[in-house]
């Protein structure tokens, strides 16, 4: 079965930086495109940006641009999201979600989450 | 940048209810539109894809429609395990971006 795999919550100081990292098994990681969503605690889904493993390809939101970085390592199938100058209101959960491509960019399959807390 | 404008925010129904959300980008995105729905506590589980196809494994009482800049997402015969929060996503090109979520409580 499809699993995304995260790594387990953080405790971030502002001004740092966190990566989260997203393992995926159970499907073809070079066909899917990965999106990172963040949604900060009773508010709405928030797409960061998307990474296409195959090209290594990213789009990020314009919100987090010069932020944000996400990559894919085609060996271990995973996505890592990293954002930086952390501050109070990136107070988060962190999804990462595939697509089946860039085309089709549903997210068929989410991960369980990752909350990262930016506290002083 | 692309804007999804979901409606309502929220709305209380009834068992046996026809609940409808509707969500309108500013922008011609053909059929590239996809429906989440997000219990309390959980992540999100995709619904609807390209507008209107069914997700394998959802119900049936669950349908989309819409083409261009409006979509809707239909929830027929409102069940309580239905009570979410359910949300639209363009993903014509980037930014894929969200709905704000409509918020679906039970009477």
């Known amino acids: 079965q499809v699993q995304l795999e995260q790594s387990g919550a953080e405790v971030k100081k502002p001004g740092s930086s966190v990566t989260v990292s997203c393992k995926a098994s159970?499907?073809?990681?070079?066909?899917?495109?990965f999106s990172w969503v963040r949604q900060v605690p009773g508010q709405g889904l928030e797409w960061m940006g998307r990474v296409i493993p195959i090209v290594g390809v990213t789009n990020y939101a314009q919100k987090f641009q010069g932020r944000v970085t996400m990559t894919a390592d085609k060996s271990t199938s995973t996505t890592y999201m990293t954002l930086s100058s952390l501050r109070s209101e990136d107070t988060a959960i962190y999804y990462c979600?595939?697509?089946?491509?860039?085309?089709?960019?549903?997210?068929?399959?989410w991960g369980l989450g990752t909350l990262v807390t930016v506290s002083s | 940048d692309l804007q999804m404008t979901q409606s309502p925010s929220s709305v209380s129904a009834s068992v046996g209810d026809r609940v409808t959300i509707t969500c309108r980008a500013n922008q011609d995105i053909n059929n590239y539109v996809a429906w989440y729905q997000q219990k309390p506590g959980n992540g999100p589980e995709l619904l609807i894809y390209?507008?209107?196809p069914v997700q394998s494994g959802v119900s049936s009482r669950f349908s989309g429609s819409g083409s261009g800049t409006d979509f809707t997402l239909t929830i027929s015969n409102f069940q309580p395990e239905d009570v979410a929060t359910y949300y639209c996503q363009n993903y014509n090109t980037p930014p894929w971006t969200f709905g704000q979520g409509t918020k679906v409580e039970i009477k």
């Open positions: 979600a595939r697509a089946p491509g860039s085309a089709r960019g549903y997210s068929d399959y």
């Open positions: 159970g499907v073809s990681f070079t066909s899917s495109v």
């Open positions: 390209a507008s209107s």
